[in-house]
């Protein structure tokens, strides 16, 4: 039992993946569009906070209203690219 299901596990991701709505829709509104980057120049650092280590950037003026973008799960900071690039101009993102 054990084995087929870590056989599952391991194979499910490209099972999906070929025959995914997400990925190969005829339908534009239901395919996802490409991840952006982050905007340059953004300075990425490490903080090690309880002997984890968090990467974090910083864009915008030193002297602008800062902004925190959270994230978490499957989600990188990539995904707030679009956002960033729009704010960093009067914040510091």
């Known amino acids: 039992m ?3 299901f870590i056989a599952l596990i391991c194979f499910l991701p490209y099972i999906t993946a070929h025959h995914s709505t997400i990925l190969h829709s005829k339908y534009r ?6 991840t952006p980057k982050l905007p340059y120049p953004c300075i990425g650092k490490y903080a090690t906070i309880n002997s984890l280590q968090i990467w974090y950037t ?3 003026p030193k002297d602008a209203e800062p902004i ?5 799960g499957l989600v990188t900071s990539d995904y707030g690219g679009f956002q960033v690039q729009e704010l960093k101009s009067f914040y510091r993102c």
């Open 29 to 34: 509104w239901l395919r996802l569009p490409a």
């Open 68 to 72: 925190l973008f959270l994230n978490g």
């Open 2 to 4: 054990h084995t087929v």
């Open 58 to 60: 910083i864009c915008g």
